[in-house]
Structure formats: C-alpha cells, structure tokens
C-alpha cells in the first residue's frame, strides 16, 4: 500500500511511526475505510482467495481484504511497517514478509489476486516488475494497481495501461480521483486503479 520499494529516497522505517495519520493510509475514518472496502469488494473475487499485497505497509488494505475474507500474503521492503501490518492482522489469516516488492521472496507460490498500491510509479523498472506479478498469478488472476500522479512524481494510467495490456490481459481503468472519501479529501490529481484480469 506504500510507495516502499526503494521510491524517492524516502526512509520508509522512519515513515512508519506516523504513516497511518494519513486518512488513505491508516483508514482509520469509517467514510474512508468504507471507501475502500467498497473498492476492494469490487475489484477481489467474491469468494475466499489468495492475494498478494506488495508495497502492504501497515497493512489497512490487507487487513480489510482479510475482513473480506480473504486469505493475504503482505510483501514490505522496510521491516518497521512489516511489524506494524502484524501487528494489525494478528490473528488473522495474514503473512507477512519483508522484501523487494519488485521481486517479492515468494518462491513458487501463486496468487490469485496481486494487490499494489502506490508501488509501481517508484520502480526503476515497472515494465519487468509487471511481468514478474503477472507471473504469481494462478490462471484466471487478476492484477490490481492502485496509482496515481501527484505533481511530478506518480505514472499515468495511460502508460500503466500499455504496459499491462501486452501481458494478454484484459483491462479496466477506474478512475479515483473524484471520489473524495478514498483520499479524506478532495483531490485533483490523477488517482486511478487498474484491474487486469487474465480470463
């Protein structure tokens, strides 16, 4: 859910502490968490599956696809989030691993859903990230990508989309931007997801 494989430099252990106190990060407001779970309901399977959160932070999506039902595998790059998305999830059917989003350490293991959120527009290679989460996926997968461009950093649906459309996926883009209960507030920048699905 972060942008935390390597993205700006940032120090993302130090980031951890307050992290949450963003509306569209801790998803700690019932209008945004409900948002959200909305979304989520909407772009996840309707029946128990298993997903891949990369970039999962402190865990506010992998928590609430775990109230979905869902069986969730988080993937963060800096161990302080880590702790804090178990520490979220406990007792929940959740794992959770520090390592490169871009290579997440799942070895064999497939998904049925590969969930990023704010990762993809850091990478310094998001054509090959892309192809290595298309293939975590177990036929009929899909691949959601939540991102955006906030002044000069970001990366657009446009260009996600031609990236993602040589995989032989089929595309939907949803756009973000002007449901202001996802954010807390309203936006006017470009914040969208795209859901790939291989069916």
Not at 101 to 109: C, F, S
Request: aromatic share 6%; net charge negative.
């Amino acid at each position: 859910m972060t942008e935390n494989s390597g993205g700006g430099g940032v120090d993302w252990d130090a980031e951890a502490v307050s992290f949450d106190e963003e509306p569209d990060h801790g998803l700690r407001d019932p209008e945004v968490r409900g948002a959200w779970a909305g979304r989520l309901r909407g772009w996840l399977p309707e029946q128990a599956c298993d997903v891949l959160d990369l970039g999962c932070g402190t865990g506010s999506l992998s928590l609430l696809a775990a109230e979905q039902g869902h069986r969730v595998t988080g993937v963060d790059s800096s161990p302080a989030m880590v702790d804090l998305a178990r520490a979220k999830l406990a007792g929940r059917d959740a794992a959770f691993l520090i390592g490169d989003a871009a290579m997440p350490p799942v070895g064999e293991q497939r998904f049925d859903v590969v969930l990023v959120r704010h990762v993809l527009w850091a990478l310094p290679d998001p054509g090959r990230a892309l192809r290595r989460w298309w293939g975590l996926l177990r036929p009929g997968g899909r691949l959601v990508l939540v991102e955006g461009v906030w002044g000069a950093a970001g990366i657009s649906a446009e260009v996600v989309s031609g990236l993602v459309e040589p995989l032989g996926a089929r595309v939907l883009v949803e756009r973000l931007s002007e449901d202001s209960r996802l954010w807390g507030k309203d936006v006017d920048d470009e914040r969208y997801a795209v859901v790939a699905r291989s069916d």
